[in-house]
């Protein structure tokens, strides 16, 4: 662990200092070099998944896919979804628009003696064990990332913005990041709360996250394999994954859990919680009002018209509640 640390500080410090810092003196931005150092780290984690992406999930694919690529115009917009949030993008201009904000409250908050539950010290010569300290932390962030991820399916507002993932027919290793951009913002507003509530530290945080989505990454790859009836109820399997996002079991904002299989790595959340499906068999995915026979809704085939979209379920669901109210 500590050489891997090693090697990951070297390519930060080297990528900052060759590429990075003088691209911001050239435009001026001496003020960022420490967060943008900082933000160095998230870029070589992104780098890192892709190469996995790429040189691991992607073979996967090809050696046992679940049904042809029949809409590569799809997946080449998952894949722009999954550069925007992997490389850093999404978080750089979340650096410029949150970052102040944020660090003002919880500046203040510290201030005012906030508490925070600091998981490596509850058990001293244990939890302060840097991989089990990030076991710990795994096991919290997926519990949060499970509640999270119902309520995306089970509160009306939510599940308007939440859409846009789920209208993805051909699911691939490269559907995990497409979202819509607010609905990546309140997602990172939630995880980023709660770390600070918990104590993770800055580059923990990172790896946590990185590890996240490389799971999720491989969970939505058009790959046929499951881990056996034991290993299902370990970890998350693309056929696990599946089945949640299979159409005609997708939930819909009705106020009752109709949905299943939720949880991100571990699906001892979703067995603990009764939403655990183990009888997936690889069915098409996306959302039922799709279907010609239901409407053929439209959830948009660019990049704009996905969040312009979203945007308009949103405030459609909002005029109707006020109507309603």
Avoid at 241 to 254: D, F, K, L, N, V
């Amino acid at each position: 662990m500590d050489t891997f640390n090693h090697l990951i500080g070297m390519a930060q410090e080297g990528l900052f200092e060759s590429v990075i810092q003088p691209v911001l003196y050239k435009l001026g931005l001496s003020g960022v070099i420490e967060d943008a150092y900082d933000a160095t780290l998230w870029l070589i984690a992104g780098l890192l998944q892709l190469a996995v992406l790429i040189c691991v999930i992607g073979p996967l694919q090809r050696w046992r896919p679940v049904e042809p690529i029949t809409d590569r115009r799809a997946v080449r917009l998952d894949v722009l979804y999954t550069i925007i949030h992997r490389l850093g993008i999404f978080r750089v201009a979340l650096f410029f628009a949150i970052d102040p904000f944020w660090d003002t409250i919880f500046g203040s908050l510290h201030v005012w003696g906030l508490p925070t539950l600091q998981l490596d010290y509850l058990w001293p010569g244990v939890t302060d064990n840097a991989l089990v300290s990030l076991a710990i932390y795994l096991v919290v962030f997926d519990l949060v990332e499970y509640l999270y991820h119902r309520a995306q399916h089970n509160v009306e507002w939510m599940w308007t913005l939440h859409a846009v993932h789920h209208s993805q027919r051909q699911m691939t290793m490269w559907s995990d990041n497409r979202n819509h951009l607010l609905d990546d913002l309140l997602h990172d507003v939630v995880i980023v709360v709660v770390s600070q509530l918990i104590g993770v530290a800055p580059a923990q945080f990172v790896a946590i996250v990185a590890i996240l989505q490389l799971v999720e990454s491989f969970s939505h790859a058009n790959l046929r394999l499951h881990f056996g009836r034991l290993g299902e109820r370990l970890l998350v399997s693309p056929r696990f994954h599946r089945e949640h996002h299979g159409i005609a079991y997708e939930t819909t904002p009705t106020g009752k859990v109709v949905g299943s299989n939720y949880a991100v790595i571990f699906p001892i959340w979703d067995i603990l919680f009764r939403t655990a499906r183990f009888d997936g068999n690889y069915g098409p995915t996306g959302i039922a009002d799709q279907l010609p026979d239901a409407g053929g809704h439209d959830y948009g085939e660019t990049f704009l018209s996905q969040q312009w979209l979203g945007f308009k379920r949103l405030f459609t669901s909002r005029r109707r509640r006020a109507r309603a109210a």
